[in-house]
């Protein structure tokens, strides 16, 4: 089964900006792939923010941006906020009515 | 509005059954995928299968094919995560989530979570 790669863990200064990848253990993700992002915070429910590579979901900020960087898809986040701390996932659409959900990135904001 | 509300906390022993609720309000029901999503203990989350209630067309995850069955009572809005013998492993947040457009499409909602617990 193809494998959805996330980095563990990343860091960003406050007001700085970062760029979260998802990418493919075989192969590149394009937007037929339909990657869609979510963030978590502890004992939380997970919140939508990008959907079909680029579309923000309702009420999330401009901030937060969806992309395809080379063969990734990607989330940047600009002007990070304390907030913004937390575990971010891609998911990708695999055809067949199949998705699979990357390991996740954990993002701190020191 | 668009709720997906969950049944509660289960606390079950290894090899009983159990079935989860997720009843979903403020949309036409059987006009939208509904999925699963696994999240064991300080992991991260796992696609497990999706439902589309309006003629139950199901697809699973190879990695939860057989281990669960989703199923969808689309007169009283409410899709299902069923399972017949429960592990030890199985436990787990489990939250469905309603994806807005084809299969393909990400969720946009989400249920608050349903804690499964098996422990002997």
């Known amino acids: 089964q193809t494998v959805v790669t996330q980095e563990p863990s990343f860091s960003v200064s406050p007001g700085g900006t970062v760029t979260l990848t998802c990418g493919l253990s075989?192969?590149?993700?394009?937007?037929?792939?339909?990657p869609t992002w979510y963030q978590q915070t502890p004992g939380q429910a997970p919140r939508t923010l990008i959907y079909?590579?680029?579309t923000r979901s309702s009420g999330v900020p401009d901030r937060f941006s969806g992309s395809i960087l080379g063969n990734k898809a990607a989330l940047t986040i600009t002007g990070a906020q304390a907030d913004d701390e937390s575990d971010y996932y891609c998911v990708l659409y695999m055809g067949s009515g199949i998705s699979v959900f990357g390991g996740g990135t954990s993002l701190t904001v020191l | 509005e668009v709720q997906l509300v969950q049944s509660g906390a289960e606390v079950k022993k290894p090899g009983e059954s159990l079935k989860i609720s997720c009843k979903g309000s403020g949309y036409s029901f059987t006009s939208y995928w509904i999925g699963w999503v696994r999240q064991m203990p300080g992991k991260g989350l796992e696609w497990m299968g999706i439902i589309y209630p309006g003629d139950s067309d199901i697809r699973y995850s190879p990695s939860f094919q057989g281990q669960v069955t989703i199923s969808a009572d689309k007169s009283i809005s409410t899709a299902y995560l069923q399972w017949s013998s429960l592990k030890a492993s199985d436990t787990a947040m489990y939250y469905c989530?309603?994806?807005?457009?084809?299969?393909?499409?990400?969720?946009?909602?989400w249920g608050q979570g349903t804690l499964v617990t098996v422990s002997s």
């Open positions: 989530a309603r994806l807005p457009g084809g299969a393909y499409s990400g969720f946009d909602y």
């Open positions: 075989s192969g590149s993700v394009s937007t037929s792939y339909y």
């Open positions: 079909s590579t680029n």
